[in-house]
């Protein structure tokens, strides 16, 4: 396999919000650009050299024809070069993650959701800005990373490494999900959900962390417990084993 072409997710994610103050500017065509300039992998160290210059260079260049907005204005390019630089990151909507310790939640599970703006469930699969991860307990919901999609999208099969960013996810909420991408998510043990209206992630989760106490059968094999609608007949079987 070959190296990732960035080096971090600082560095990703300043790179997707860079593309985003573009108009909105391809992601994987501006990756490619980036690359070209600065060679990989491209770090934090490195993208913080950018000056605004070089980015309207970068713009007004061979990928202009690969759909990369040139006609930006002066103050979008200082902007993106700004968060290249990692400057105003706090400003932006990738919310803030909880604290969160691994193991201090026993009993729940991890849960990847698709998403474009804030805290919300807005994002298709394949083409969603970033995964919000959290760990739903029947006690607690905690945001505990934001995960850009940038790197996953440098790679030569998207949906792949895409599915391996939230493999350590039991779920993914998506609003759509095409069905080999659906296939290659269950490959890696995730179980997709789709909620096409979407809508606040948490309340969406809401709905989820109240079934854990007594779940369905998809549910209660996730979390490898018995079904509710399998357990009276499994005390049933408990009773008469110990009579």
Same mark, same amino acid.
């Given at each position: ?50 000056? @605004? ?39 932006? !909507?990738?919310?803030? @993650? ?30 969603? !800005? ?14 505990? !990373? ?10 030569? !099969? ?45 309340? @969406? ?39």
């Amino acid at each position: 396999m070959s190296e990732s072409p960035i080096a971090s997710r600082e560095a990703a994610l300043r790179i997707a919000l860079a593309a985003r103050a573009l108009n909105g500017l391809d992601v994987r065509a501006f990756v490619s650009a980036l690359l070209e300039k600065l060679e990989s992998p491209l770090s934090e160290a490195k993208l913080a050299k950018l000056t @605004v210059e070089d980015l309207r260079l970068i713009l007004a260049g061979d990928f202009a024809e690969q759909g990369c907005h040139v006609g930006v204005e002066g103050e979008q390019l200082k902007e993106a070069v700004r968060l290249l630089w990692g400057e105003g990151l706090e400003n932006n !909507d990738f919310p803030a @993650v909880d604290a969160y310790s691994e193991g201090e939640m026993p009993g729940s599970i991890r849960v990847a959701v698709a998403a474009n703006r804030g805290e919300n469930l807005d994002g298709h699969f394949g083409s969603c !800005d970033r995964f919000l991860v959290y760990q739903v307990g029947q006690q607690a919901i905690k945001l505990i !990373d934001v995960r850009s999609t940038v790197e996953a999208d440098a790679a030569e !099969d998207k949906n792949a490494a895409r599915s391996a960013l939230i493999g350590d996810c039991q779920i993914v909420y998506v609003q759509s999900i095409g069905g080999p991408a659906a296939a290659k998510v269950v490959r890696a043990g995730v179980h997709p959900v789709k909620k096409p209206a979407g809508g606040v992630a948490r309340e @969406v989760l809401l709905e989820l962390q109240q079934r854990l106490s007594s779940p369905p059968p998809w549910l209660a094999q996730i979390m490898g417990v018995p079904a509710a609608s399998l357990a009276r007949f499994e005390e049933s079987i408990a009773e008469e084993d110990a009579s």
